[in-house]
């Protein structure tokens, strides 16, 4: 385990807090239209302010698995993070390891050890088994007040996630947990050094289960950049996967997002918004081109993860409007 050298983040110097928490965190989850594939286009298109070490401030009000979140805060002189997210199991379980990673870890293991020793057939069991399991006590938690219960229920999210089908971590309107069984020969099902890293990084993060519109009520000073990543507008029909919580988000929702936008930029807070690009599938579709016409959209290359078919996992463009 590694030791860190206690910094308090209210009393540190600004540099102190940068070289501490650059610590080599990354996401724990799988995420489908996760960004870290697209990091290194998304540097480039970062605000100036932001690499001029002018920006303190960062917020996600669309965390999903934070790829931006480990990026930004890592390799800028951020002093204080905000995440927020209406998935409550995302959201517990950003807690959870933000609050009680060392028992966290030690559900991950005992799960990695039961797991491991099963057979194909057996883990088949074992892994619907636990998923009806979680499926049925998500009655029994209260997700507005941090309990001990919530531990295990981060240990179960891990497990069902790095062993589920794909990373697919989609639930269906009754707020159920409906991913199959992936088939993985070794799923890596603790981490324990990078849950260490992450649970360190979020010393400087306020975490919260909150609708995206709800950032307006922490917003802290000019030096500010906040980045949205919705759940992504359908390229066709049959890619709507928009459910990673019991909820959805459709095309009048990423309207009244853009009138957020519009807001934002209006107080003089630099922004950047990330979403698939219609354009893939009929170039004559313009609907973000439309709602975001009065400021810069960049088209960068990504690829598809989702399909389960291989062959068919193309490079498609995603789509990134800023207001700098």
């Known amino acids: 385990m590694k030791n860190y050298k206690q910094i308090n983040p209210k009393s540190a110097k600004v540099e102190d807090l940068f070289y501490e928490y650059n610590v080599g965190a990354k996401p724990f989850l799988k995420w489908v239209g996760g960004k870290r594939q697209l990091l290194k286009s998304?540097?480039?298109?970062?605000?100036?302010?932001?690499?001029?070490?002018?920006?303190?401030?960062?917020y996600e009000?669309?965390?999903?698995g934070g790829a931006v979140f480990f990026d930004v805060v890592q390799n800028f002189e951020i002093e204080n993070a905000f995440l927020y997210d209406i998935n409550e199991e995302l959201i517990l379980t950003y807690l959870v390891i933000q609050n009680n990673v060392n028992e966290l870890i030690d559900f991950l293991y005992r799960y990695d050890k039961q797991y491991k020793k099963l057979n194909e057939e057996q883990r088949k069991e074992y892994f619907y088994d636990l998923r009806k399991s979680f499926n049925f006590s998500r009655?029994?938690?209260?997700?507005?007040?941090?309990?001990?219960?919530?531990?295990?229920?981060?240990?179960?999210?891990?497990?069902?996630?790095?062993t589920c089908f794909n990373g697919l971590f989609r639930f269906n309107s009754k707020g159920e947990f409906n991913s199959p069984m992936g088939k993985y020969k070794n799923p890596k099902i603790v981490d324990e050094q990078n849950l260490l890293n992450v649970s360190k990084l979020?010393?400087?993060t306020t975490i919260k289960k909150a609708d995206y519109s709800k950032v307006i009520n922490?917003?802290?000073?000019?030096?500010?950049f906040i980045y949205f990543d919705p759940p992504y507008k359908p390229i066709s029909k049959t890619s709507s996967f928009t459910a990673y919580s019991k909820t959805t988000f459709q095309d009048d929702d990423q309207i009244q997002l853009s009138k957020l936008f519009y807001d934002l930029n209006e107080k003089g807070y630099s922004?950047?918004?990330?979403?698939?690009d219609p354009k893939n599938i009929d170039p004559s579709e313009d609907f973000f081109d439309k709602i975001y016409k009065d400021y810069k959209i960049t088209r960068v290359n990504a690829k598809r993860s989702i399909n389960s078919n291989p062959n068919k996992r193309n490079s498609i463009k995603e789509i990134v409007i800023t207001n700098y």
């Open 42 to 58: 998304f540097q480039s298109l970062y605000p100036k302010l932001l690499k001029k070490k002018k920006i303190k401030n960062y």
């Open 61 to 64: 009000p669309f965390v999903g």
């Open 139 to 162: 009655f029994n938690i209260d997700y507005n007040n941090y309990s001990e219960n919530w531990i295990s229920r981060a240990a179960q999210i891990i497990f069902l996630n790095k």
């Open 202 to 204: 979020l010393e400087i």
């Open 218 to 224: 922490d917003l802290n000073g000019d030096s500010t």
């Open 271 to 276: 922004l950047m918004l990330s979403n698939s």
